[in-house]
């Protein structure tokens, strides 16, 4: 604030000067009385509203933290507002009418220009701190092989990022294979649930991304044991390890399933209601995290939309992407419930929230839930196959009602009030890339395992606990945390 108003006071006395000097007859005591009725008589006074503009505009709070561009683009509009409203104000004032156009034309240019490059000059230096600390310390992300993870990882490197990656790889290792070369990655195959690799990967690390889950409730109700150690005990037990290791972050995948079935808009401070498996897993992680909370230690929920969209590693086990591909193949679907409500989000949306919360000040999002998507993506069943039959138009769509009433609409306006997050891929954007995937012969059967978590587990198995350290650390904290106090310490240690 105290640099706008500097800038907004030099503005005023550069284009009085303009207006002045060309004048050199003019005495001193003439340039007093300019000074004295315009200046201190009327911009000074004035320029208060710069500050009251700049505030409502979100300047100094919630808009900080905002992209390049939106923040440049909103500082530019609220000046330009607040300068009119001073225009308007002193062209009113008896003794101003003899300012000429052009000293308010420059006022204008330099004050405009003025308070949207500080803001770029802040960016500037914040983007240089970022890029050293990029050199110093690696980003851990658990589950980094997987559907969303093996986005993250690559937005990271992009980014410049040195990026370490767990993963147990169940699902194989296709999705990372591209950038295992990359200089900047290092790659830790071992078990979210074995205290050793977690402790291990943990090393050297401020920031660790925690993806890791059996995803979806039919793939966690086939096994409700091992849902519960990978969903849940993992992640209390790498809660301590993190703390043991001095991790400054700690950004948790959750749910909007955590809602469950509601009428109203969903907050993050509206009340969880999960009915699954999955969902309670969620809910407990969470409750774990934040419980966890320190000066030092600053974890970050974030509850995802319902995602779709194609990544290195397919999944086709969500309803637009299995949607997309039966229509593509069978020029059938099966809507069941069609007015049932989701949020959905695409999953390079997903990712770069990922990476949003890592590049905002912990004081803002440590401790802090995150509704992610975009309130223009809630639609029903029904309007998610409309858009199907918009691409493909052979598509005949069969409606079915059955017991599953679960229908909810979630508000996202914290995560764009406070950071600025908006998604960039619409529903459309998501089925045309799988067409595309489908006619370049990147898949060819939606109905391949792999594409499934439910279906690969089911022919493959659930993935084991083979250490028996970890399987004692994953039964005790699979529990109630009142029940294994001090488990994790004195475990950790022996380890």
Not at 196 to 217: E, F, T
Not at 392 to 398: A, C, G, L, N, S
């Amino acid at each position: 604030m105290t640099a706008d108003l500097a800038i907004v006071q030099v503005s005023i006395f550069l284009a009085m000067a303009a207006v002045f000097v060309p004048f050199p007859g003019r005495s001193a005591a003439e340039g007093l009385y300019f000074l004295r009725s315009y200046y201190l008589g009327v911009l000074f006074p004035l320029s208060i509203l710069f500050s009251i503009v700049n505030s409502l505009a979100g300047l100094y709070t919630r808009v900080r933290n905002w992209a390049t561009s939106p923040c440049l683009w909103r500082a530019a509009s609220s000046a330009t507002i607040a300068f009119v409203l001073v225009f308007m104000i002193a062209s009113r004032c008896p003794h101003f009418e003899g300012f000429p156009l052009r000293g308010w034309m420059i006022f204008a240019v330099l004050a405009v220009l003025g308070t949207a490059g500080i803001r770029l000059l802040k960016h500037l230096l914040f983007e240089h701190e970022v890029q050293s600390r990029m050199g110093e310390e690696a980003v851990l992300v658990v589950g980094g092989a997987g559907y969303i993870g093996s986005i993250v990882a690559r937005k990271l490197l992009k980014k410049g990022y040195r990026v370490r990656i767990l993963d147990s790889l169940i699902y194989g290792s296709s999705a990372i294979d591209e950038i295992l070369t990359n200089p900047r990655l290092e790659f830790v195959r071992g078990d979210c649930r074995n205290i050793q690799d977690v402790v291990k990967a943990m090393k050297d690390v401020r920031s660790v991304v925690h993806l890791a889950a059996i995803v979806g409730d039919p793939a966690c109700d086939r096994d409700h044991k091992t849902a519960l150690q990978i969903n849940y005990a993992a992640t209390r037990m790498m809660i301590e390890i993190a703390k043991g290791e001095r991790v400054r972050r700690f950004v948790f995948a959750s749910s909007c399933s955590v809602y469950g079935a509601s009428e109203e808009v969903m907050t993050e401070t509206s009340q969880p209601h999960p009915i699954s498996v999955y969902a309670e897993t969620k809910v407990d992680s969470e409750d774990a995290l934040l419980a966890a909370a320190t000066e030092t230690f600053h974890p970050t929920v974030l509850r995802f939309a319902t995602i779709f969209g194609l990544s290195p590693r397919p999944r086709f086990d969500l309803v637009v992407n299995l949607l997309t591909a039966k229509a593509r193949q069978e020029k059938l679907v099966t809507i069941f419930n069609g007015e049932q409500w989701r949020p959905f989000l695409h999953v390079s949306d997903a990712a770069s929230a990922v990476v949003k919360m890592l590049e905002t000040p912990v004081r803002i999002v440590g401790g802090q839930v995150y509704n992610v998507g975009d309130s223009r993506l809630n639609y029903t069943l029904t309007q998610i196959a409309d858009k199907i039959r918009q691409v493909f138009p052979e598509t005949r769509v069969e409606h079915v009602d059955n017991s599953d009433r679960r229908s909810y609409r979630v508000s996202f306006a914290k995560i764009q009030g406070q950071l600025g997050f908006t998604c960039s891929k619409t529903i459309e954007d998501g089925i045309l890339e799988l067409k595309a995937a489908f006619e370049q012969g990147a898949i060819l059967d939606y109905r391949y395992p792999l594409y499934s978590n439910l279906k690969y587990l089911q022919q493959h198995g659930s993935p084991l606990q083979t250490d028996e350290l970890g399987e004692q650390v994953m039964a005790a904290l699979a529990q109630k945390p009142s029940m294994n106090e001090g488990v994790v310490e004195s475990l950790s240690a022996s380890a």
